[in-house]
C-alpha cells in the first residue's frame, strides 16, 4: 500500500518529464511496464530505463502544462492533462491521459497512457475554429 505522499512523489517526477524536465528517472520501478496508445497505434515498453527513453522522446522540448486535473486512485493516480511546446518556431500541443501506479517503494510500476494526437499551431485554430463554429 503507498501512501499519497510516495505517490505524489511519483507523479510529480511524471509531470517534470511532460514539462521536458527529465533529471529524475528514478521515478519508474525497474520492471515498469508503459502501455500507450497514441493515434493509429499502440505500444508496449517494459523496463524503467526504457520507459524514461520513451518519455524523453517525446517530451523532448521544454513544455508547459496548461490544463491538468489529478484524480486519486487507489495505488495511484488518473492524470488528464494538455501539455504546449514549441518545435522548431512552432507552437504544438496535446491532449492525454494517464494512468499511473505506484507500487510499494513509490516508483511508477505501471503507466497506461492516451494521446489524442499532437497538433500544430495551424491544427490548434483549425479546432478552435470548429468548435466556435458548432
Do not use: K
Not at 517530451?59 to 495505488?75: A, D, F, K, Q, V
Request: negative net charge; proline residues 4%.
Amino acid at each position: 500500500m503507498t501512501t499519497s505522499t510516495t505517490t505524489d512523489t511519483a507523479v510529480e517526477g511524471f509531470l517534470a518529464a511532460v514539462r521536458g524536465e527529465h533529471a529524475d528517472s528514478g521515478v519508474w520501478a525497474d520492471d515498469a511496464v508503459l502501455d500507450a496508445v497514441v493515434p493509429n497505434w499502440r505500444m508496449t515498453v517494459r523496463g524503467g530505463p526504457a520507459v524514461a527513453r520513451q518519455l524523453r522522446a517525446w517530451y523532448r522540448h521544454p513544455g508547459t502544462i496548461e490544463e491538468l486535473r489529478r484524480h486519486p486512485i487507489t495505488g495511484g493516480e488518473v492524470v488528464e492533462l494538455t501539455v504546449t511546446w514549441v518545435e522548431a518556431g512552432v507552437p504544438h500541443a496535446a491532449r492525454q491521459a494517464h494512468v499511473l501506479d505506484v507500487d510499494a517503494d513509490g516508483r511508477i510500476a505501471r503507466h497506461a497512457m492516451w494521446c489524442g494526437g499532437r497538433w500544430s499551431a495551424s491544427q490548434l485554430a483549425e479546432m478552435a475554429a470548429a468548435s466556435d463554429a458548432g
